[in-house]
């Protein structure tokens, strides 16, 4: 072992090439490194944050469905209630309206039969004084006895 | 190849000589032609080869991975960015489990220490006559191309962080709290010389034991690729079975000059570590 001035040249060399190495070598790769690792980090809790905002999101879809069903079922359930109300009215309406006409058939029948019966009362009346015309051929005055007769009319 | 040398010491000595350039015994300056001259040079002399690849793999080293950061974006990553970010986030790793401190130094430091150390062992994986042939063929005298095998280089890096360690230890305890921790425990105070030599040993022990790790590993990892390369100078069989056992022991290699690294930078930091760790 023969020592000599490469010792120290060493020395100096080392120490110049540990001085370069800490001030660019070192911290740009350290700093590339770190800021990846924080992007990676980052990119992993966003990935978190998006599943749990996709699950949210999810959630909220099934509840709006189902609200949209409940409304849905409720429209429907309006709807068959109108549709029988209407139907409940139609049916009244009918109903009212046959009455009424039956009531109009009723009283026009009811007008007929009074007339007839009318008509009837003056020909059995005619009938009657024509009888007893007849039978009272000579006593019997037809104006003299034209209130007798309206009376028996009435009466009939 | 082996066949150009003498003998197959002469083999030996010539791959472990580094490229010394210094002052000659004569006066004038120039490369060092052996051991002995490069010895006579004294200290003021540099390895020309360990200090050309150690600044070399750093530049490599550093030119990488400055543009991997500046292209460093926090998208999905490709090709270097990749590479780059898995050695760093490893590095970080390390420092995270073994440091539990806040300093901003220590990081940076392990990674230089890790791919610095890395890349000079990986030069062990080179044959080992390819380029000093191609050196010797340009008029060099000697190159030893793994700067992790020469202690200059591994000694000034572990002493670099034996003066952190120091350093650290003053500035996070004070220095009467440092020499507390080395005096006052771990026998009662009275007993403080014998705790001084003790921790003194164990303080001096690191940065030591730091350089001759990493040193001897791929020291002697080298020397078993030299003595494996005599083999090519024999007959076509022995050669075969040298190309066999070159080819075994790069692949073992491979797994050592990684661990040596990883050894290099975990003791780095521990050694920090227990610079800024109070003691109760």
Known sequence: ?156 | MATEYASSGEYIKHHLQNLTYGQHADGTWGFAHGAAEAKAMGFWAINVDSMAFAIGLGILFLFLFRMAAKKATAGVPSGLQNFVEWIVEFVDGSVRGSFSHQNALVAPLALTVFMWVFLMNLMDLFPVDWLPFVASASGLPHLKIVPSTDPNVTFGMSLSVFVLVLFYSVKMKGAGGFFSELAFQPFPKFLFPVNLLLEGVGLIAKPISLALRLFGNMYAGEMIFILIALMFGGNWLLAVFGGTLQWAWAVFHILIITLQAFIFMTLTIVYLDMAHAEHH
């Open chain 1, 1 to 156: 072992m023969n020592f000599n001035a490469t010792l120290i040249g060493q020395s100096i060399t080392f120490i110049f090439f540990v001085w370069f190495c800490m001030k660019f070598v070192w911290p740009p790769i350290m700093n590339a490194l770190d800021t990846r690792k924080k992007q990676i980090a980052d990119g992993l809790a966003a990935a978190d944050r998006g599943k749990h905002e996709l699950e949210l999101a999810a959630r909220k879809a099934g509840d709006n469905m189902r609200d949209a069903k409940a409304q849905a079922a409720e429209v429907l359930a309006q709807a068959e209630k109108r549709a029988a109300q209407i139907i409940e009215e139609a049916k009244q309406a009918a109903k009212e309206e046959g009455d009424r006409q039956l009531a109009a058939a009723q009283a026009n029948i009811e007008q007929e039969a009074n007339r007839a019966r009318e008509s009837l009362r003056e020909q059995v009346a005619a009938l009657a004084v024509a009888g007893a015309e007849k039978i009272l051929r000579r006593e019997v005055n037809a104006q003299t006895h034209a209130d007798l007769l309206s009376q028996l009319k009435a009466e009939l």
